[in-house]
C-alpha cells in the first residue's frame, strides 16, 4: 500500500519590538538572567497587563502579508497549565477570536507552485526559559530565566496542506523570509526568536479522513524540521504496514541520534481550561488602522522579484537572489540607481561582495562598501577604464581601506593603456624583436599571435586594453 503525509505546521515568532507584550521590560535577548522582569510578566497578584500597541501592530502587518483577514475585534484568552517558566500558570493568547485568519502563502518547491492556507494567526506572550546546564550544582537543580517571559509573540497555524518533508522546510523557509522582510521578526532560530513545531500524520494515498497525527516540537532549523519530519514518515508508516496504530501523542527531535522520541501524550485544548483574560479589554481595530499598516507595508519579495525582472530586466535567477532579503534588494537597487548596468550589479553583489562580506562575517547593510561606490566601480570597468580582472583587486582595497575606485585607480596608476598611438608604439617594438614569430604568424601558424599578445601585455606592465591590444596586434601583422 502506498501511503502519503499531511503535515500541518505552528510557527511561533517574537516580534521585534523594544518592550514585553503586557509591560515595559526589555526584550533584548542575552541580558544577565532575571533582569528584564517585573511585577506584571512574573505574575505577582494583582499586577495588571497593559497591551503592547506595536506588537499589535506587527501582527497585523504580518496577517496582511500573510493575505489573512484581520478581524477589528479579537479576545485574549488565559491558557491555562502548570510548568515552572511560566510563574502565572497561565499563558494570556488568543483561542476563540484570534487576530486574523484564512490566509495563504504560495512559494515554489523543486520547481513547482505550493499553496498551503493558512488557519490563523494569533497574538500570544512567551514564557521563560528553564536552564538545564552551566551552573555548578545543574546536576541536581533547574534554574529558570524570565526574561523571555512576555515577550510578543505570533503563533501562525498552517492548514495540514503540505505533503512532503521538503515541502514543508520550504514553507518554514519562505515564511521566515517573509517576517524578517516585513521587521517584525530577526529570523534568528539559535536564539528561538523563530520556532516550528510539525503535526504529521499519514494515510493510505487515496484515502480523504486523516491519519491519527504526532505534534514534533521545537523544530528550530530547517533542517532538523526536514529530518525530523521524513524520520516521522518512516516511522509511522512502518508502523501502519505492520498492522500497528499510531498514537496521538508530542515527540522531541533527537538530532543527535537523528530520530523523534515520545515526550507525552497530547493535550487536547479542554485540557488548557481556556477562558478570555478577565484583565484585558478585546482588541479593537479599526478598519482605518488596518489600511494604514497594510499601506505603510513594505514590497514583498515575490513581488520585488518580478519588478527586478520585468522593469530592470534581471534573469530570474539573479532576481530570486537579490530578493533573498530586503536588505540586499535594497543594496541591489541602489547600485542600480546609481548607473550601474543591473546585470553587472547582480555580478558584483553575488559575487565579490558576497564572498568578502561572508569572509568578514558581515552584513550587507553594514558593507564597507556602499552602493554609490560599488556603482562608481562599475562605471570605471564599463568605461574600459581598468579591466574586470583590475577591479576585482581595487575592489578589495576599496573594502580595506573605505576609499572610491576613483580614488584607487589615480593613487596607483591603474588606469589601462588604452591609447592607440602607445599601444602601437609598444607593438612595433614587440614585433621588431620578435621577427621569427611574424614570420611564422604571417605563414598561417596563428598561434604565435597568443605569444605576441602575451609580450606587448608584458611590455605595458599588464595595464594595456586587451582587447584593443587585440585589434591593433591583428591590424600590424595583416599590414
Ligand atoms: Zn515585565
Redesign the pocket.
Known sequence: MEFEAVIGLEIHAQLLTAS?MF???STAFGAEPNT???????GLPGALPVLNRAAVDFAIRAALALGCTVHERSIFARKNYFYPDLPKGYQISQYEAPIATDGVLEFSSGGELRRVRITRLHMEEDAGKSLHDGFVDSDRKTYVDYNRG?VPLIEIVSEPDLRSAPDAAEFFSRLRAILVWLGVNDGNMEEGSLRCDANVSVRPRGQAALGTKAEVKNLNSFRFLQKALEYEIDRQIELLAEGGRVVQETRLWDAAAGRTISMRSKEAAHDYRYFPEPDLPPVLVDAERIARIRAATPELPDARRRRFVETLGLPDYDAGLLTQSRSLADYAEAVVQAGAPAKAASNWIMGELARILKEHRVDIASSPVSPERLAGLIALVEQGTISGSMAKGVFEKMYATNRTADAIVAAEGLAQIDDEPQISGLIARVLAAHPDAVAQYRGGKTATFGFLVGKVMKAAAGKANPARVNELLKRALEA
Open positions: 514585553k509591560c515595559g521590560c528584564h522582569i517585573c511585577s506584571v510578566c512574573i512576555g
